[in-house]
């Protein structure tokens, strides 16, 4: 079987399980993206997440997660949604309105790689979903899925930048596909609208500044520079990607796992500041939102409410 023929089946695998898009790169360095990568880190810009620090080399070179890798396959989810949150409840990132996204594109990945194996062969490999030193966005715009926005996201001209990414790291070498160019142009509209002043420069975050950092991987109280600047978001944040012109091509997703939750929907701030732990637990349950925790939630209702 030629390398052609292998990369057309990756890409129609991928297409079963309901992937929108499909790109492949050879597994290799990173060059590019390690000088970016070590200045970001050097700055502080990762804030508290000191586990960005760790494994380095392996984030830049995929290699030394999957002995013997030759290709990463990238792939894209979208979770644009049909219908959003009622005006004046307290906001949460789309990304977030449905089951987990890591458990949901996880076994996607994992149904692939099986596929994969049962039609090529006998290939080892291994799936990564946000949650490993695995550069993703990076891997996504080497192999033409999008390039990476002045909001530090990956773009897509047809379907913007409400998607998961996925890399399914292999030992099977297959037919690269070559990067894509930069569309964002003299635009700024991102940049301009962050109420933080988080995107720093094109392409580079200060998560310490960021809503998103704020709201779920910052675990202290939350400083009060930004009192009066959440605009009511309490988890996550979705103001860079709303603005951006790129994603008025952005069409409803087609997976049931990433529909909007009633509550999510309807609950209005009286009625989060209201819940019980168990009752949280049970509306939580399966979700991202997990991630910040009951105390965590409840110090930023308090939080953005007085902004």
């Known amino acids: 079987m030629t390398r052609t023929e292998a990369s057309q089946i990756v890409k129609r695998l991928a297409k079963e399980q309901g992937f929108d898009a499909c790109g492949i790169s050879a597994a290799g360095f990173l060059e590019e993206e390690a000088t970016g990568l070590e200045n970001w ?19 830049l070179d995929p290699r030394k997660l999957v002995p013997g890798a030759k290709s990463v396959i990238s792939v894209t989810l979208n979770y644009f949604p049909e219908e959003t949150q009622e005006e004046g409840t307290p906001k949460i990132s789309k990304y977030a309105y449905g089951r987990d996204y890591h458990k949901v ?12 194996q049962a039609e090529i062969g006998e290939v080892e490999g291994r799936g990564f979903v946000d949650s490993a030193p695995v550069m993703d966005r990076a891997w996504a715009r080497k192999s033409g899925l999008g390039w990476i926005g002045k909001h530090s996201l990956l773009l897509s001209k047809g379907a913007g930048s409400f998607f998961f990414i996925g890399a399914l790291i292999v030992d099977l070498e297959l037919e690269p596909d070559g990067p894509t160019t930069d569309h964002c142009g003299t635009c700024t509209a991102c940049i301009d609208a962050c109420p933080t002043e988080a995107i720093i420069a094109p392409t580079v975050i200060d998560s310490n500044k960021c809503i998103s950092y704020l709201t779920i991987e910052y675990k202290e109280a939350l ?11 309490v988890y996550g944040c979705d103001i860079c990607q709303d603005v951006c012109p790129w994603n008025r091509f952005s069409t409803p997703h087609q997976e ?14 009286e009625a989060w500041e209201e819940i019980t732990h168990e009752l949280w637990d049970e509306i939580m349950k399966g979700s991202a939102i997990r991630r910040t925790g009951f105390e965590g939630f409840k110090r930023n209702l308090s ?5």
Do not use: C
């Open 41 to 59: 880190l050097k700055a502080g810009y990762h804030g508290t997440m000191s586990w960005m620090e760790n494994h380095f080399d392996a984030r």
């Open 105 to 116: 594109v996880r076994a996607k990945l994992k149904r692939m790689l099986q596929g994969i």
């Open 223 to 233: 400083p009060t520079e930004y009192q009066g600047k959440m605009e009511d978001w």
């Open 256 to 269: 049931k796992d990433f529909d909007l939750r009633t509550p999510i929907k309807e609950n209005d701030w």
């Open 303 to 307: 939080f953005a409410k007085k902004s």
